[in-house]
């Protein structure tokens, strides 16, 4: 049977605004995110569950140097007794500080399989066996000597470290990753003899900045190797303000293969870049066709990284070759830097280099402090009962006499010898075969050597430059002992300046070179032709619409696009879809608004002079260089009014300009009197009572004008007959000659079979 229920009495329901109930459990829920999860401690450089596990590990006795064991035995004891997790995020964070490629210095020595480079898992927890490594032992050193404060388990059943001693630098050697509730940090490994050696700057110069710390830390120093290829500058300012990012490379050389061939080796990749991934990557863009300067890649590793990269031919530039591979892949990896650290273990805080490395001081000279007086409370406890021992030693017999025959012996002996409590203890509890021991010489040289050390105990207590002095000698050891000439210390990351390529090298090397006809149709439909098509009678389009401009040009090039809104829209030729069906909405290239339209488009050449117009008649000549856009937004260029809209534009060829208005009006003025500008509204080109312009062209004098008729033929007026139509810019010019089409257009469109189209 079940319970019944029985409801609350009114007086006992508490009404709660929904979002205010809301707003208290997710900040409950943030701020346990930040402090027990996702943020490293400034001190220590270790979330809990990281820091849960060494100090587990440390319970268990997996000391460096003593026998492995299994990992399901750590994991146990973790989520037993500190962590109330799963164990496979446990286990996933042990793997994690055991791998010697996502750690610069293990934490975890591992034996078994912990995974490797190309992104394999470890095995499951009960085959592989772990204990600590040496920097391990560092960070947890003194913990017995109430160095930290400890805090009570989740369950409350034991207790556990708040932070650990931290005698090595781990926050900025081995990094951390994490993601918080509206804050994440990310901080990149570093050597840790360089920061010993900027610790022990800041040692002498407190107030140092973080840019002057430079000089000691250069930048990050990854497990991977690689190459960071940023300039000092941006270093320094990442480092000062403690956000920014690193652009780190591949590392590779150049292997001859005999006959003038050669190959590249890449021999280091990236942080935190699977190998596995990497290589798949490459493989699918080779079979894309998108890297036609590499004929073949293969993975050749070891437990070295080997990836050989085999060129297209002989004649391929090496460094070209890299660069389009980092380009479009993860051998070149942007690893971010953001110094989001617990401040004293409870605010969140970005900080500079510098104010990292001042809070690791801070805590190691409160560390040496709290053992120092921890070691005083122990030598004033020893010298007490060494006093008692003196005692007993000077009386034996009568201590004897007294044990032997007093029912509560302490109280006596206390009252006797004028011994204290401690004192009377340690004698009471001492065993007989210690009395063998008891010689006074021995009892004063330890009493003696004891007080020696209480004294040089008690002036470091109460010298700050003594505590320094010492922190300073502390971290020379660390220094020595992951220095520059051992094979964990080595540095690994280099820094070089990107080679400076040129970017439409770069661009055309990861194109294959090859023409094409591109076939652009009324409604605004785009497709490439492979090949230089002449004869479009073949080309079919969609119901109702009809070819309006092609072109021939090839996959390197760039197309301009010009709009009716007087935006010049700049398309990379290569990604123009082929032409097996209609091809697809030139919109989906661009960001063209829905009531505009494309007025004209064609391959960029450069060096050219356009002269662009409206249909109200203005215009002036522009730059083609000028018209290039970086965006889909395009580059503004003719500045309109609405309703009007750019209608026509003219490769500048000649000392003379034609214009043409709806009302059939021609005039043929200089050039000369059109400015040029980089945008703008322009200058009136011809005046009109009604409608407005239609086309615009220009002519060299010798040559005279030329135009298309609707049957595909092709007239030429010399510029004697032409006088009637001279003028000057702004006039409302003549009837066009008899002959002229009646598209108003002095290039006319050609359609399918060949022929001119009237429009």
Same mark, same amino acid.
């Given at each position: ?15 709660? #605004? ?13 701020? $346990? ?14 979330? #809990?569950?990281? %820091? ?32 109330? *997790? ?89 990094? $951390? ?31 140092? %900045? ?6 000691y830390v250069p930048g990050p120093d990854f497990p991977t190797g690689g190459v960071i290829v940023d300039p000092p500058s941006v270093i320094a300012e990442a480092y000062t303000s403690g956000r920014g990012s690193f652009r ?65 031919? %002989? ?11 980092? &380009? ?12 989001? /650290? ?5 605010? #969140? ?13 801070? *805590? ?8 120092? &007086? ?23 017999? &009568? ?5 032997? !025959? ?29 009395? %063998? ?7 004063? =040289? ?38 520059? !000439? ?45 090949? *230089?098509?002449?004869?479009? $009678?073949? /080309? ?16 390197t090039a760039k197309i301009l696009a010009f709009g009716s809104n007087g935006r010049f829209y700049t398309i990379d030729a290569a990604k123009l879809p082929g032409g097996r069906g209609h091809g697809e909405p030139i919109r ?9 339209? /494309?007025? $004209? ?12 117009? +409206? ?18 937004? +395009? ?64 002519? !060299? ?52 079979? +060949?022929?001119? =189209?009237?429009?």
């Amino acid at each position: 049977m079940g319970k019944t229920l029985i409801p609350p009495e009114k007086s006992a329901v508490e009404e709660v #605004p929904l979002r205010e109930a809301l707003e208290e459990r997710y900040l409950a829920y943030a701020l $346990s995110t930040i402090m027990n999860r996702a943020l490293p401690d400034a001190r220590d450089g270790l979330k #809990p569950v990281h %820091r849960r596990l060494l100090f587990a590990m440390r319970l268990l006795r997996l000391d460096p140097g003593a026998a492995f064991k299994k990992s399901a035995r750590v994991v146990g004891d973790v989520i037993g007794k500190f962590h109330p *997790h799963g164990d496979q995020a446990v286990y996933d964070a042990l793997v994690r500080l055991a791998q010697d490629f996502a750690q610069r210095y293990p934490l975890v020595d591992g034996q078994g399989n912990f995974g490797n480079v190309d992104g394999d898992n470890a095995a499951a927890m009960r085959y592989t066996e772990a204990r600590l490594t040496e920097v391990a032992r560092l960070l947890i050193d003194g913990i017995d000597e109430d160095a930290v404060d400890f805090h009570p388990t989740y369950d409350g059943g034991e207790e556990e470290p708040i932070v650990l001693p931290a005698a090595f630098p781990n926050l900025l050697a081995n990094g $951390s990753q994490g993601i918080a509730v509206g804050m994440a940090t990310s901080i990149p490994p570093h050597n840790a003899a360089e920061l010993c050696n900027a610790a022990l700057f800041l040692i002498d110069n407190p107030n140092a %900045r973080s840019r002057t710390l430079l000089k000691y830390v250069p930048g990050p120093d990854f497990p991977t190797g690689g190459v960071i290829v940023d300039p000092p500058s941006v270093i320094a300012e990442a480092y000062t303000s403690g956000r920014g990012s690193f652009r780190v490379r591949a590392r590779w050389k150049v292997e001859e293969t005999g006959r003038g061939t050669y190959v590249v080796v890449v021999t280091e990749i990236p942080w935190l870049v699977q190998k596995s991934r990497l290589v798949e990557k490459l493989a699918e863009l080779l079979n894309e066709k998108k890297l036609p300067l590499v004929a073949d890649v293969r993975d050749e590793s070891a437990e070295d990284v080997r990836l050989v990269i085999e060129p297209r031919s %002989r004649t391929v530039d090496a460094g070209l070759l890299m660069e389009s591979l980092f &380009k479009l892949t993860e051998l070149e990896s942007r690893i971010p830097l953001n110094m989001n /650290v617990l401040v004293k273990g409870r605010i #969140p805080k970005v900080l500079g280099l510098a104010e990292v490395l001042r809070e690791w001081l801070d *805590h190691r000279r409160e560390v040496l402090l709290r053992r120092s &007086k921890y070691r005083v409370a122990q030598i004033e406890h020893r010298l007490e009962v060494l006093g008692g021992y003196l005692v007993a030693y000077l009386n034996l017999d &009568k201590v004897i006499k007294i044990i032997r !025959k007093e029912d509560e012996p302490k109280p006596v002996l206390m009252k006797t010898f004028r011994l204290t409590d401690v004192q009377a203890d340690a004698v009471l509890n001492m065993r007989l075969r210690n009395l %063998r021991k008891l010689e006074e010489m021995e009892i004063r =040289a330890e009493d003696k050597a004891l007080r020696d050390e209480l004294k040089s105990l008690k002036a470091l207590i109460g010298s700050t430059k003594q505590q320094w002095k010492t922190i300073d000698a502390q971290i020379k050891e660390v220094r020595d002992k992951f220095g520059p !000439k051992t094979q964990l210390g080595k540095r690994r990351t280099t820094f070089a300046e990107a080679p400076e390529h040129d970017e439409a090298a770069i661009e055309e090397a990861m194109v294959v070179r090859e023409p094409i006809t591109v076939v652009v149709s009324e409604k605004g439909w785009i497709r490439a032709l492979r090949g *230089h098509v002449s004869d479009l $009678s073949g /080309v079919t389009f969609k119901t109702d619409d009809a070819l309006k401009f092609s072109f021939h040009t090839e996959t390197t090039a760039k197309i301009l696009a010009f709009g009716s809104n007087g935006r010049f829209y700049t398309i990379d030729a290569a990604k123009l879809p082929g032409g097996r069906g209609h091809g697809e909405p030139i919109r989906l290239f661009i960001d063209l608004e829905q009531e505009a339209d /494309v007025a $004209s488009v064609f391959a960029y050449q450069g060096g050219r002079k356009f002269l662009v117009a +409206g249909y109200r008649g203005n215009g002036f000549i522009v730059a083609e260089d000028e018209c290039l856009g970086t965006t889909r937004k +395009g580059k503004q260029v003719l500045n309109l009014k609405a309703p009007d809209r750019a209608c026509a534009m003219a490769v500048v060829e000649g000392e003379l300009a034609a214009t043409i208005g709806e009302n059939r009006k021609m005039v043929i003025f200089s050039i000369d009197q059109v400015p040029e500008m980089a945008r703008g509204r322009g200058v009136r080109l011809q005046r009109y009572k009604d409608g407005g312009l239609s086309d615009v062209t220009t002519l !060299k004098a010798e040559e005279g004008l030329t135009w298309v008729d609707a049957a595909g033929r092709s007239f030429t007026l010399p510029l004697k007959e032409l006088k009637d139509w001279r003028g000057n810019r702004a006039d409302a010019g003549r009837l066009a000659p008899k002959g002229f089409p009646k598209s108003n257009k002095f290039k006319a469109v050609v359609a399918a079979n +060949g022929k001119a =189209a009237e429009e």
